[in-house]
């Protein structure tokens, strides 16, 4: 046994010195191809190969909630706006997410969440009596206070603000109010008329003066708007892109999914076909 043995391996390597080229090259070619079966199991491995989920709908909930659904369904999560408030949404709650809900992601990839400010923004109150009152309007709706109302007393000074509310109690102005509080300016209607001449204000001065600060402040405040409307512009056309991006990605992993599938149907066709030979 052991002279067979010994035989074979003397046999190999007369062969190995006679022709080591074709020995060498048959050995890096095996080695090819285990190098490439292993590196084909770790692809498989760490991008999921053929593994997709369906991405839940969580949008509208809790963030608490939200979270629950997601680790439940294997997906990972990050928060990627939570400092904007909206109305109409409940605080620390889900207002958008990406990947879209219904899509089809492998489990690495991460969904990103917009979340409703928990309160809405504060902001300092202008010093705003005896300012013209359309000034004044065009002021806090220009610092984002969304309930700005006027009403008018009796009063000496026509259109000039004498006060100020929040929510129904005077504030002192430098004091932080929330965007969404109620405001209320109260102006003069100028029905008191005092006889002193030294102290009557031209009627027709006051209106200039009024209308040059509406202007400033309209000016300003439609500035702002454009701004804010450009922004909101650019940043709808970026998410309009990005969604016509994971689309095209979808649509491409479908066709790439359909095509591997009519492959293999073809590949059993044949082998089929060869086994009835």
Known sequence: MS?????NTGGFDRFRDRHPILV???????????LGYIAL???????????QVQ???????????????????????EISDSTTFYEN??????????????SYIKKIRIIYLSVNAMHAPIIPLPKLVELPGRQGMATLKAMGFKHVTMDSI??????????????????APGSPVSVNSQIKITVGDGSIV????EQVIDPALMDSIDEANYKDAQETYEQEMKEAQARAEQERKEQSYQERKDDNKDKK?????????????????????????
């Open 89 to 102: 949404y409940k605080p620390g709650s889900v207002i958008d997410q990406d990947p879209k809900a219904k």
């Open 24 to 34: 060498n090259s048959a050995l890096m070619a095996l080695a090819l191809v285990a």
């Open 253 to 277: 992993k479908d066709q790439d999914k359909k095509k591997d599938q009519d492959k293999k149907k073809e590949q059993d066709k044949k082998s089929d076909k060869d086994k009835k030979k």
């Open 194 to 197: 005092d006889l002193n001449p």
């Open 55 to 77: 991405v839940p709908d969580v949008r509208n909930m809790p963030l608490e909630k939200a979270v629950e659904i997601l680790e439940d369904a294997g997906l990972r999560w």
């Open 3 to 7: 002279n067979n043995n010994d035989k």
């Open 41 to 51: 199991l770790f692809i498989d491995v760490f991008t999921s190969h053929g593994q």
């Open 154 to 171: 009796e009063s000496e000074m026509s259109g000039l603000i004498l006060e100020v509310t929040v929510d129904g109690h005077h504030v």
